[in-house]
């Protein structure tokens, strides 16, 4: 069936540090990927999304390349921020069905 | 205004009870989803509407049930509660296919603010 898989967490960094949260995947025909972000108290929101294979999303300095290949989504952020401290979640959704499978989600906490 | 509103925000009761979370959406969207978050295990889908006759189980469905009372509105309830179904409970609605209108194919899944339900 298909599944994300994505580092657990915590995650803790300084301020200005470099972010990386994996992902891999595994899913029949050709998903879209996304990730979202929850932060304290709040509901989950997109962050960015690819939808075939080798698209780069970005969004708020945050980018993540869909790669066939290995099955992987990574996200990446060249210097984080304390506002960037939340839950990060992986997701895939599979085309003709549209329902969406969720990694665990890996929590980030940034330190000034 | 929240685009998907959900009530109660936190809950909670006892054992055996009856609970009823609302969500409503002002977004036009004809698909709708109940989620439940806990600690470790991300979300996992309790049940799902793509549009108002169309209910679908998700993959956690046992102890609940749901009820689309109309295009914009998705009601989860728990007819008995019991302790382990106390979590983070999360509606969702998606723009796979807008009512009345153009079909927009994003993807995007947007959700409500979540209702914290603790069974005792």
């Known amino acids: 069936g298909n599944s994300v898989t994505q580092m657990e967490g915590p995650v803790t960094l300084s301020e200005e540090a470099f972010l990386t949260i994996n992902c891999t995947y595994t899913?029949?025909?050709?998903?879209?990927l996304f990730w979202y972000v929850q932060y304290p108290g709040e509901g989950l929101q997109l962050l960015l999304k690819a939808t075939k294979a080798d698209d780069k999303g970005s969004n708020k300095g945050f980018e993540a390349t869909y790669r066939k290949e290995t099955t992987s989504f990574h996200l990446e952020k060249g210097s984080v921020q304390v506002s960037d401290s939340a839950v990060y979640f992986c997701?895939?959704?599979?085309?003709?069905?549209?329902?969406?499978?969720f990694g665990t989600g890996t929590r980030l906490k940034v330190l000034a | 205004d929240a685009d998907v509103t959900q009530t109660p925000r936190n809950r909670i009761t006892k054992t055996g009870k009856r609970i009823m979370l609302e969500c409503s959406q002002t977004k036009g969207h004809d698909r709708m989803y109940w989620y439940r978050q806990d600690p470790g295990l991300g979300l996992r889908l309790i049940y799902y509407s793509f549009d108002v006759k169309d209910i679908n189980k998700g993959e956690i469905s046992d102890g609940y049930s749901v009820s689309r009372q109309a295009q914009a509105k998705f009601s989860l309830s728990l007819e008995s509660a019991i302790p382990n179904q106390t979590a983070l409970y999360f509606c969702?609605?998606?723009?796979?296919?807008?009512?009345?209108?153009?079909?927009?194919?994003?993807?995007?899944?947007?959700f409500g603010e979540g209702s914290r339900l603790t069974v005792l």
């Open positions: 969702a609605t998606s723009d796979h296919g807008l009512a009345g209108g153009p079909t927009s194919r994003t993807g995007e899944l947007f």
């Open positions: 997701a895939l959704s599979t085309s003709g069905t549209y329902k969406y499978i």
């Open positions: 899913a029949t025909g050709y998903p879209s």
